[in-house]
């Protein structure tokens, strides 16, 4: 177990690390991104250790120390912040902080073409994408163009953008002896256009106009926010002629009168450790701060445990209606899955609330694969990265295309086949390579393979995440063997029938989305054998391929960015 660090020698890491990249740069020397990514995994690491202190950077007026400007590094903890509060993978928010620090760097001096070379070697899409951009925006700002302008960017680009304008309202604030954060905040959303105003709303309730490091005037002391809780601050009392503040903390309800005061300046940073000392959550009972991330993160290899006891509910000799309806009433967000499944599956179009009502419908196999489905993509689509909602569009593909094929094949459980589709696509959501993307990569050179989708690195894994992903989420065997078998050719698969047949199920659903994706089918002549072959497997024909593919496509109305 790692060993609780003072918050001080946080602060001063990660102060002297950014010092000494701007010594290099004033020196001339040339900055490795390499350097960029480890002090943004440094700070990262000081978030995730004592995030109140870390996003108090917002509002304490902190020491200059080695002539180190911290009005900018503010604009690095509000892109953080935001991350956070967006719900940005953590792979994608390690590169808007890394495209924060450059702009911190090499403003004004320039990005120099070398640096720029390296980041396009690396394949860092996001990271060079959002810097280029705002570097090229932010000399703009006090133009009257400029909202239209912000409108214009993409989701990665306004969010650093906007963190620069907050960082930079909040540091001109603190000069000019204001409340930071809530007249900051005031100032900027005056001059946003409305279209954007709603990535300012997400920072509320946390951190809301009191973050940890405001300053408050109460009925007769002065305090320090230490903390936030859902209807409280936690605030430590300062004696400004001793320099000193109170060891105990008091909680300060919301609705009590106070009054917010300009950035308080500490005397020096050992001042952080009075204020946030080892332990102190233990006072404050942990379970009722308010988090940063606006949601609870659940590990995706585990499946939710409300869902493996309604899939055991559901395969009893004789399931009970009630009781499997109450356990699915209980999980919210599963039991209004079921019913809009259930509704649009209703051929008068009835809107199916009744929880037991939707569950009868359904019937317990077909309930017990939507619940699969829509677990797991809620588990896969928890954090957003850019490339998200073009992936998400071929995997419903997919998964309708499976449906159509199991359908028209006579398969007993054609739902099933749509959940083989989810699975066979939850690497596209898991893998790392994917999440710095801000463009599909090329399309792979077979159809009918998952590890060829996509051309990008290390995607040759694609198969053995997805084949792991199923082991760990207990599917059957028949879906497991499928994942492992379809991507050889029908004469090859050494496996079990059913598995062979949902291994060609799998390899045809994907040469049809494929098709529909990117709007002609992969020219390889494996790929047109392994048509064949499948084809041959399941006695259907191309002309049927063909009205199936249109029937998934009228079903999911699903459309295709390239």
């Known amino acids: 177990m790692t060993e609780p660090v003072k918050v001080s020698q946080l602060w001063h890491s990660q102060s002297q690390a950014l010092l000494a990249l701007q010594r290099r740069l004033a020196e001339k020397q040339e900055i490795e991104p390499a350097e960029i990514l480890h002090l943004a995994q440094q700070m990262m690491q000081f978030e995730q250790q004592a995030p109140e202190a870390f996003y108090a950077q917002l509002c304490l007026n902190l020491p200059q120390r080695d002539q180190l400007n911290t009005d900018d590094v503010r604009s690095l903890v509000v892109t953080l912040l935001l991350c956070r509060r967006r719900n940005w993978n953590s792979v994608c928010a390690l590169q808007l902080l890394c495209a924060a620090i450059s ?126 809780s859902d209807k409280a601050f936690w605030v430590r009392t300062i004696d400004e002629a001793a320099q000193s503040c109170n060891p105990q903390m008091e909680l300060i309800k919301v609705d009590q009168r106070l009054e917010m005061l300009p950035a308080h300046e500490l005397p020096d940073i050992e001042w952080l450790d009075s204020l946030w000392p080892l332990g102190w959550q233990e006072e404050a009972l942990p379970g009722n701060l308010l988090k940063v991330n606006r949601k609870d993160s659940y590990p995706i290899a585990q499946p939710p445990g409300k869902l493996l006891a309604i899939q055991d509910l559901l395969t009893h000799k004789e399931p009970d209606p009630d009781v499997i309806a109450e356990h699915i009433a209980s999980e919210g967000f599963l039991a209004r899955q079921l019913s809009e499944a259930a509704s649009r599956q209703s051929r008068l179009n009835l809107k199916l609330k009744e929880v037991k009502h939707a569950l009868l419908y359904q019937g317990f196999e077909r309930t017990s694969a939507i619940m699969i489905q829509q677990a797991l993509l809620n588990r896969l689509n928890q954090h957003y990265f850019p490339l998200q909602e073009n992936l998400l569009q071929f995997t419903e593909l997919l998964a309708q295309c499976m449906e159509c094929l199991g359908k028209v094949i006579g398969h007993s459980a054609p739902q099933s086949m749509r959940t083989l589709g989810y699975f066979a696509c939850s690497a596209l959501f898991t893998h790392q390579s994917l999440k710095s993307q801000i463009k599909l990569p090329a399309r792979g050179s077979s159809g009918f393979d998952i590890n060829q989708l996509l051309y990008f690195r290390d995607s040759q894994n694609m198969q053995s995440l997805a084949v792991k992903l199923a082991t760990a989420w207990q599917q059957d065997k028949v879906l497991v063997g499928a994942l492992r078998w379809h991507n050889r050719l029908p004469e090859d698969m050494d496996c079990s029938k059913k598995q062979k047949v949902s291994a060609c199920l799998l390899g045809l659903g994907l040469i049809m989305a494929s098709r529909a994706y990117w709007g002609t089918e992969s020219a390889s002549i494996q790929s047109d054998e392994y048509k064949r072959q499948a084809l041959a497997q399941l006695y259907l024909t191309d002309t049927q391929l063909t009205q199936l593919l249109w029937e998934a496509i009228d079903a999911t109305h699903c459309f295709s960015p390239c």
């Open 103 to 228: 702009l911190f760097l090499f403003t004004p001096s320039g990005i120099s073409p070398a640096f720029r070379q390296r980041l396009q070697n690396m394949d860092q899409q996001l990271w060079l994408h959002s810097l280029i951009c705002v570097f090229k925006l932010l000399p703009h700002r006090h133009k009257g163009a400029f909202g239209r302008l912000m409108e214009r960017l993409a989701e990665h680009q306004r969010l650093l953008l906007t963190a620069s304008l907050l960082g930079e309202q909040l540091s001109l604030g603190i000069r000019q002896g204001h409340p930071a954060f809530a007249t900051a905040l005031k100032s900027l959303l005056k001059r946003l256009p409305p279209k954007l105003q709603p990535l300012l709303e997400e920072l509320f309730p946390f951190p809301g106009l009191l973050p940890p490091g405001a300053f408050i005037s109460l009925a007769q002391s002065k305090a320090l926010v230490v903390a936030i």
